[in-house]
Structure formats: C-alpha cells, structure tokens
C-alpha cells in the first residue's frame, strides 16, 4: 500500500512540476517575441527553443525517475 501512494504521490509531484515548466516556457516565450524583430528570426528561434525542449525534457523527467 505505501508502494501505491508512493507512485500516486510522485505522479502528482510530477504534474504539478510539469505544469509549472509548462507555464514557465509560455511566459518566456511571450517575453521573447516582444523582444525579436523579424519573422524569419522567430521562427528560427522557436525552431531551436523547440528542439532543445525535445531532448531536454525527457532528460529532465528521466532524472526524476531515479
């Protein structure tokens, strides 16, 4: 039983987190497009920002499961 609410606790832990890293990225996304002139230069930005968000989170998550 302490196995099962363990996991239900982490699982929660690990929503509340992703969430916040969710709202997180929005803000400083919105931040960043007052600040770039140009749409060729956001959409390569964003392409970079979304890549990097690709691989880093799963490594992010990754490191919690330990």
Known sequence: MAGFIGELLFAIVRSVIADGAYALFVKVGAWLDTKIAGRTAK???????????????????????L
């Open 43 to 65: 959409v390569i930005i964003g392409m970079l920002l979304g890549l990097a968000a690709f691989f880093l989170i799963p490594v992010f998550f990754g490191l919690l499961d």
